[in-house]
């Protein structure tokens, strides 16, 4: 199950960032992007009882193969990047629902680090693009 869940939401997150980066701008990225891809993945496993941890990682699989297709430099380190993230995020969700009890709060968490780090993949971005020119 956690296997069809990260798949769906991996297409939907897909569709929904393209839309809302292609409308509001690449601020997505380090705003609504990672609150949509944390509730879509974690609420759907969550209500169907799938592997949230086993959903978190296939979906990260699933991105690593996009950012592979579509890096032009750093492919490997992009792809490595989307697996572990995305696995420290489900990590994080699981941690904080087992501990608490509260899907709310493990969401917040989770939200709070995929957005720290899509920020810093940001900067790291901006600052290779700065030594290349």
Avoid at 40 to 62: E, N, R, S, W, Y
Avoid at 108 to 126: E, R
């Amino acid at each position: 199950m956690a296997y069809i869940i990260a798949c769906l939401m991996a297409s939907f997150s897909f569709i929904v960032n393209r839309f809302l980066v292609k409308h509001l701008g690449p601020k997505v990225i380090i705003s609504s992007a990672p609150a949509l891809e944390e509730t879509a993945k974690t609420v759907l496993a969550f209500l169907l009882q799938a592997d949230i941890l086993m959903t978190h990682t296939v979906f990260g699989v699933i991105e690593a193969g996009y950012d592979y297709r579509n890096s032009r430099r750093h492919k490997v380190g992009a792809a490595v990047a989307s697996i572990a993230g995305h696995t420290l995020f489900g990590m994080i969700t699981v941690f904080i629902l087992e501990a608490s009890g509260s899907l709310v709060l493990s969401l917040i968490s989770a939200y709070a680090v995929h957005l720290g780090w899509n920020v810093l993949a940001v900067l790291v971005n901006a600052r290779r693009k700065d030594k290349a020119t």
